[in-house]
């Protein structure tokens, strides 16, 4: 299973697929595209169209 | 098409961006009296933590937005006025001390202007004289000087217990730094969470080593002989510091605008399009204020340009705002913040010790704001859709 990283345009937070985000209800292992559309970035806000794929 | 964007801060490059986003054939200026740089704001109140120097906080240089963007940049232009009538606003090239005023003026004509102009720190009248330095932070700029004078240095006192103030408190006392807390309020953060929860982090912020001293003011600062800063605060106190900070909110720049012929109450006042009295003259950002409330936030000014990039480029969007909440960075106590704009309401608070949720009841009975602290953290998003949104 290969994992990717999406990074956030607006202030560089990086969302790992390996990690997910469990603060935001995303298990370990969640897939970039089961994000919903409509999430934003915890961060600052952006929305998830904002996050560009970085590794 | 030719737009011009006048400031350079988060709304204006976000504008930029999405501006290029949705037309590639679009003009974009970027006016900036300072280096134009593009990072991320709330960065600098916790860039201590994150390891970073100033620098480091740089994502992207002028040379890169230019070109990411298909964009013109002029860094270091002041504008000197905006003639409405014309339609094109004169800049002035900052002084290097060799060129004439008539060689560093320009006109850069505009079909649509955009004011984002930011805010500047509020500057309290705090008696000093003239070598004792009183910190802002609110730029890169700012950022660097204040790095510069705390280098070293063991002791910073900061005046403002809002946002800000709280990050870089816990920025610098996670770092090694004695840290002074001086605020009128009586909890921190108290305009945007209950006395219960403030007194929370209080605790957890002072079990870190921060020293508060709430209720007060600070009336002067002078510098003694051995160069150690002498803050008197309104009791008589006085504490010695290496560097005083003072981060008590901001005051929006409108006074390009106001002389425009464009109507400013304490921002730039804009309807849902983004758009001024004036014609083709649009706002966003923190120089704006929206049916009389100003929203100094990353993330208001992020949907405002979107939405008016969409007018621009022809797609006339409407501003909606969802609610706004904020993660605020303590270190002792994780804290997310949603204000409320209905300022009259009630608080109404469950959990326990540091793990608290508390829901602001406006006078109708719905919550128009939350706050969070430590495990209730994770109640965010489910929050955020029982929250009434903030507008339009």
């Known amino acids: ?55 | 098409m030719s737009i011009v964007i006048i400031g350079a801060g988060h709304a204006g490059l976000t504008l930029a961006r999405e501006i290029r986003a949705n037309s590639k054939t679009t003009e974009i200026t970027i006016i900036s009296r300072d280096v134009i740089r593009g990072y991320y704001k709330p960065n600098l109140s916790k860039a201590l933590s994150m390891n970073k120097t100033p620098d480091q906080l740089i994502m992207k240089s002028a040379e890169t937005i230019a070109q990411d963007l298909n964009a013109k940049l002029l860094s270091n232009v002041t504008v000197v006025d905006i003639d409405s009538e014309r339609k094109e606003v004169r800049g002035l090239f900052n002084d290097n001390g060799n060129d004439s005023e008539e060689s560093r003026i320009m006109t850069i004509p505009y079909h649509s202007l955009v004011l984002a102009t930011g805010a500047s720190p509020i500057q309290l009248p705090i008696e000093r004289d003239s070598r004792t330095e009183l910190l802002s932070i609110n730029n890169l700029e700012d950022y660097e000087v204040f790095r510069r004078g705390v280098e070293q240095k063991k002791k910073v006192l900061i005046i403002g217990a809002g946002f800000v103030g709280c990050e870089l408190a816990s920025d610098l006392i996670s770092n090694g730094y004695d840290v002074d807390m001086v605020d009128l309020c009586e909890w921190p953060l108290q305009r945007s969470m209950p006395e219960v929860m403030g007194t929370e982090i209080k605790k957890a912020m002072t079990e870190q080593g921060v020293k508060w001293h709430l209720g007060k003011t600070l009336t002067s600062v002078t510098t003694n002989q051995h160069k150690v800063k002498v803050a008197c605060l309104s009791d008589g106190t006085e504490i010695q510091t290496d560097a005083i900070v003072s981060a008590v909110g901001l005051v929006p720049n409108t006074r390009l605008a106001s002389e425009a012929g464009v109507i400013v109450q304490r921002g730039i006042e804009v309807d849902g399009l983004s758009q001024t009295n004036q014609a083709d003259i649009y706002a966003l950002g923190d120089c704006v204020e929206y049916k009389g409330v100003t929203l100094p936030f990353i993330m208001p000014a992020t949907y405002a340009a979107k939405a008016l990039a969409k007018t621009l480029t022809g797609t006339e969007t409407t501003l909606a705002l969802p609610v706004l909440p904020v993660a605020v960075k303590i270190s002792a106590c994780s804290t997310v913040v949603c204000p409320s704009l209905d300022k009259k309401g009630i608080w109404e608070v469950q959990g326990a010790g540091m793990n608290l949720e508390a829901h602001f009841i406006n006078e109708e009975g719905f919550m128009s704001g939350f706050a969070l602290t430590g495990q209730c953290i994770t109640r965010k998003n489910q929050l955020v859709a029982e929250c009434l949104p903030v507008f339009y």
Do not use: H, N, Q, R
């Not at chain 1, 956030?8 to 937070?13: A, F, G, N, S, Y």
């Not at chain 1, 997910?20 to 370990?28: I, K, M, N, Q, V």
């Open chain 1, 1 to 55: 299973m290969t994992f990717k990283k999406y990074c956030c345009v607006t202030c560089d937070l990086v969302y790992d697929e390996a990690e997910g985000w469990p603060d935001e209800g995303f298990s370990p292992g969640t897939k970039w595209d089961d994000i919903p559309d409509d999430w934003t970035c915890p961060e600052c806000s952006a929305s998830k169209s904002d996050f560009y794929l970085i590794a």
